[in-house]
T-cell receptor, first 114, second 114 residues
């Protein structure tokens, strides 16, 4: 069975600093995708970044990068140069390619302090 | 704006009422999802429709009834709900293809059952 774990219920970071949000996963399937989503207080889930299990390089999208360590089954999100607008809930998710089930972690609430 | 819309954004209903939630996407996606997000719980997948056929039903109570008349529209019919069904209901869509993909979410419907 697939499982996603986010162990940090809340994180604080100073504006303009970098922050790492942790995510570990568990699956026996070799083909899967890992995703990070941002959910501001408005409620909408915003896709941030994707990493495929066979991708050789870590994914990057602007200020977001995914630190993918396959052997450790971790997919941490790194946000560089934090901005006040980054304050939100962040969810890690995984989907096995031959399955429609997208599993989400419990989320981490990030607060950026001025 | 992700291209996935949901109506209504807020809904208050009594336990004896019948209401429907609507989701619409014009992104050319061929799979649509209903999720339930309760306070302090991970996002729960409720239903998956792929090519307009239901392929996943994660043991959701029968008081929730999905309908997918075409690839652009998805409904969630509600009847005789319970107070514990109060939650944010999120719709998502994705284009099923080999390799990487992501789900695009709507803004959600905040449901309160009184």
């Amino acid at each position: 069975a697939q499982k996603i774990t986010q162990t940090q219920p809340g994180m604080f970071v100073q504006e303009k600093e970098a922050v790492t949000l942790d995510c570990t996963y568990d699956t026996s399937d070799p083909s899967y995708g890992l995703f990070w989503y941002k959910q501001p207080s408005s409620g909408e889930m915003i896709f941030l970044i994707y990493q495929g299990s066979y991708d050789q390089q870590n994914a990057t999208e602007g200020r977001y990068s995914l630190n993918f360590q396959k052997a450790r089954k971790s997919a941490n999100l790194v946000i560089s140069a934090s901005q006040l607008g980054d304050s939100a809930m962040y969810f890690c998710a995984m989907r096995v390619y031959n399955n429609n089930d997208m599993r989400f972690g419990a989320g981490t609430r990030l607060t950026v302090k001025p | 704006e992700t291209g996935v819309t949901q109506t209504p954004r807020h809904l208050v209903m009594g336990m004896t009422n019948k209401k429907s939630l609507k989701c619409e996407q014009h992104l050319g996606h061929n799979a649509m999802y209903w999720y339930k997000q309760s306070a302090k719980k991970p996002l729960e997948l409720m239903f998956v429709y792929s090519l307009e056929e239901r392929v996943e039903n994660n043991s959701v109570p029968s008081r929730f009834s999905p309908e997918c008349p075409n690839s652009s529209h998805l409904f969630l019919h509600l009847h005789t709900l319970q107070p514990e069904d109060s939650a944010l209901y999120l719709c998502a869509s994705t284009k099923e293809r080999a390799g990487g993909y992501e789900q695009y979410f709507g803004p959600g419907t905040r449901l309160t059952v009184t």
